[in-house]
């Protein structure tokens, strides 16, 4: 054992019958185990996992099967009362033919899985785990990129991060994120409430509800904005990230209707190909995805769009490929993150076959890269001439500039006094670059006195009532509209 792989935490029997395939499958069993800190045992006594690999061949195997159940049982029995909790499994060709059966003959049996066994291994040991309240000793290696939600910070300025919700019951197969956070987990509603009041009162006017399946948050995420749109002072609400499956009727109604909610939905795909979709257990195809987006616009026409792409997941073909670009052009996006597919040990997919060359994941990545980066530029340049509500929300790069950013989260500078910070104003958008936006102040005679700067009565956050007349009523359904 190298220095970097720490003494498994729990141990795993397994026993083997049959053929080189099932020989195979358990030693990739064994490899998609460790990260989630199973190390092997030859005996069954101190294992905390025992998995029997079947085989169907020969006569009697099921019989066989049984038997050693029974003594399995017998052995989980022991440990319990030493306070040790063991789970059984039965894989392989047995399992596929029986399964249910097994489960109702020998109750011990707390998992079944067929012969492609080692692919759903990992998300069934969590489940496991999480129906019994333990934790998962998981080993994964940090990926920020991947596994974490943006830093929670206090806020310093006049947008703020806050966790609604946490973890993850979706097992995509690329994903560690079931296995380190665990289960899906909303937090109370007052507690949110509570904490999106006292950053309103801290000058806060935007807040982004952050959670690894923000609209999965139990009680649904559309009251929750609905009940936050109500606080004074917060007038602009976002919230990140989504899956496909829990994006329901109220949620886009919410667009809708909600003016607080700002035309700007971060809604992960991954895929446009329904082969690697099914393979990365994404439980939406690229067409069901598809019609959802023209109902979220039917309800939201200008909604800005924005999604994850993995580009290279194993055996992605080029025509798979392809259909991702083609699902991109269809529904374009605004903006995206974009991702060569990176095998995490212990996650399905890092057993699966068909591993993608790093060169031609480079090559479909920058091919990717090339049509987003069309498209969000396009989405830019349309935004000239028109007049947008800008939350003002920092100085910008060069003395008498500030910046802010769109309804649809664009970066927008302009010219203007640093009194301005934390408020919402209205400013023709005059060019456009791919990350950015350049305007100006409209309509700029609005400004008291020649400048908002001679009343510093609100403080850095600029609740003062000279400004007031600069900054437009609450935003109602103009948000994001054209102004002029
Ligand atoms: N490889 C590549 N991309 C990944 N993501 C998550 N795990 C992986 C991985 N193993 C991407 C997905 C997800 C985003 C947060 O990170 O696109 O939506
Ligand atoms: Fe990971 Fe998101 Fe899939 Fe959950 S829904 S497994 S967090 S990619």
Redesign the pocket.
């Known amino acids: 054992m190298t220095k970097s792989e720490p003494t498994p935490a729990k141990k795993v029997f397994i026993k083997t019958w049959g053929c080189q395939m099932n020989v195979y499958d358990s030693e990739r069993m064994t490899d998609v185990l460790r990260p989630l800190g199973y190390g092997v045992t030859d005996t069954p006594d101190d294992a905390d996992l025992m998995v029997l690999n079947t085989c169907h061949i020969r006569e009697k195997a099921e019989e066989k099967v049984y038997s050693d159940l029974g003594r399995l049982r017998e052995i989980k029995e022991t440990r319990a009362e030493a306070g040790l909790s063991t789970t059984i499994a039965v894989a392989g060709c047995v399992a596929q033919a029986q399964g249910a059966e097994i489960m109702r003959r020998q109750p011990a049996v707390d998992l079944v899985v067929g012969p492609q066994a080692y692919h759903q291994l990992p998300e069934l040991i969590a489940r496991a785990h999480r129906a019994s309240g333990e934790r998962l000793a998981a080993d994964f290696r940090p990926n920020e990129k991947f596994d974490a939600l943006p830093a929670q910070r206090t806020p310093s300025g006049v947008t703020a991060y806050l966790t609604v919700q946490e973890g993850?019951d979706?097992?995509?197969t690329?994903?560690v994120?079931?296995y380190t956070r665990g289960g899906e987990y909303s937090r109370p509603v007052q507690a949110i409430l509570d904490e999106a009041k006292s950053l309103a009162d801290q000058g806060v006017r935007e807040v982004t509800l952050l959670g690894?399946?923000v609209n999965a948050y139990a009680g649904g995420l559309a009251n929750l904005v609905r009940r936050i749109a109500e606080i004074p002072g917060l007038d602009r609400i976002r919230y990140t990230?989504s899956?496909p499956s829990d994006m329901d009727d109220e949620l886009i109604a919410a667009h809708a209707e909600i003016p607080e909610l700002m035309p700007f939905l971060h809604l992960?795909v991954q895929s446009g190909s329904d082969r690697i979709l099914k393979a990365m257990n994404?439980r939406h195809t690229a067409e069901s995805y598809v019609r959802l987006i023209e109902k979220i616009r039917a309800a939201r026409p200008d909604i800005a769009l924005s999604g994850d792409f993995i580009v290279g997941f194993p055996g992605e073909s080029d025509r798979d490929f392809q259909a991702t670009l083609a699902l991109m052009r269809e529904v374009t996006y605004a903006s995206a993150f974009s991702f060569k597919y990176s095998r995490r040990p212990g996650t399905p997919a890092s057993a699966m076959p068909g591993q993608v060359p790093e060169p031609l994941k480079e090559e479909r990545l920058a091919e990717l890269n090339q049509l987003l980066d069309d498209q969000q530029r396009a989405f830019n340049t349309a935004q000239t001439g028109r007049t947008l509500d800008v939350l003002i929300e920092r100085p910008g790069r060069h003395p008498g500039q500030i910046a802010g950013r769109s309804p649809y989260l664009q970066a927008v500078h302009l010219d203007g006094p640093e009194s301005l910070i934390g408020n919402i104003v209205p400013v023709r958008i005059e060019a456009a670059a791919k990350m950015s936006l350049a305007g100006i102040l409209f309509p700029p005679a609005r400004r008291e006195g020649g400048s908002a700067r001679s009343d510093e009565t609100g403080g850095p956050l600029g609740h003062s009532p000279t400004l007031a007349a600069l900054r437009p009523v609450p935003p109602d359904k103009r948000e994001g509209e054209i102004l002029a």
Request: glycine content about 0%; hydrophobic content about 20%.
């Open positions: 993850c979706k097992f995509c690329f994903c994120v079931p690894q399946n990230t899956h992960p994404r």
